[in-house]
Nanobody, 124 residues
């Protein structure tokens, strides 16, 4: 069992940056591949980024490629999402997720554990 807790959200102006963190409980964090998803008001939850268990492989949605960076620190049981050049359309609740196994995944069904979510609002 893994419990996930996001932090670092908030309000930022367009063009600004935020770094989201996701702290995981347990001593087996290194066994999980991780991901970030987001859900904007009135929309379905969508994939943002994923990182493999080793941290050597990453995957991004086209909408954030080149602006967002996902990383993973197994020693600190934490994953991060660095978000730069933020746009109003990035406004959403952001969720971190963990999946058993080594590989990245882009679907909600590919993940076994979810955080509660954290709000990110980008003003124009």
């Amino acid at each position: 069992q893994v419990q996930l807790a996001e932090s670092g959200g908030g309000l930022v102006q367009a063009g600004g940056s935020l770094r989201l963190s996701c702290a995981a409980s347990g001593r087996t964090f290194g066994s999980y591949a991780m991901g970030w998803f987001r859900q904007a008001p009135g929309k379905e939850r969508e994939f943002v980024a994923a990182i493999s268990r080793s941290g050597r492989s990453t995957l991004y949605a086209d909408s954030v490629k080149g602006r967002f960076t996902i990383t993973k620190d197994n020693a600190k049981n934490t994953e991060y999402l660095q978000m730069n050049s933020l746009k109003p359309e990035d406004t959403a609740v952001y969720y971190c997720a963990a999946r058993r196994g080594p590989d990245t995944a882009q679907t909600n069904e590919g993940y076994d554990y979810w955080g509660q979510g954290i709000h990110v609002t980008v003003s124009s």
